[in-house]
């Protein structure tokens, strides 16, 4: 496997940080650039607090309520939905997945990663 430069692994940071990169290769090549290098791992860090301050901020500062058209016509849809499903049309299966993985160096966790994938089904009643 070939090592990558600091520039592209600081690159992918934010992405790896957000469990947003799928091929596994990359990943894994991040994660063990990572592991040997301490000035990525402390500019992990960096990014980390950062996206962590962001979504306080935004949490915090986008508290706005959903006005009352919106909210009525998200319940109509919903209800459709239902008298779909008592009338067998359709029913619907959601399966949520999680996986955790941890990169432990030297005894210490270096790395953590949640993960989760929702699966939907939808197919008709017998």
């Known amino acids: 496997m070939n090592q990558i430069s600091c520039e592209l692994c600081q690159e992918w940071l934010v ?3 957000d469990n947003q990169i799928e091929d596994s290769a990359v990943f894994n090549e991040i994660a063990f650039h990572l592991q040997d290098c301490a000035d990525c791992r402390t500019q992990l860090e960096i990014e980390r607090r950062t996206i ?6 935004l949490s915090r500062s ?4 959903a006005p009352v058209t919106l909210q ?4 109509h849809q919903l209800h459709l939905l239902q008298l779909q499903q008592l ?5 619907t299966e959601i399966i949520t997945q999680y996986r955790r993985t ?3 160096i030297d005894g210490e966790t ?3 990663i949640e993960t989760s994938h ?3 089904r939808d197919f008709p009643l017998p």
Not at 52 to 57: K, M
């Open 15 to 17: 992405p790896f940080i």
């Open 52 to 57: 962590g301050v962001v979504r306080a901020l």
């Open 62 to 65: 986008c508290c706005e309520t």
């Open 72 to 75: 009525e016509r998200v319940a």
């Open 87 to 91: 009338a067998g049309f359709t029913q």
């Open 102 to 104: 941890e990169i432990t």
């Open 110 to 112: 270096q790395i953590e």
């Open 118 to 120: 929702e699966i939907r």
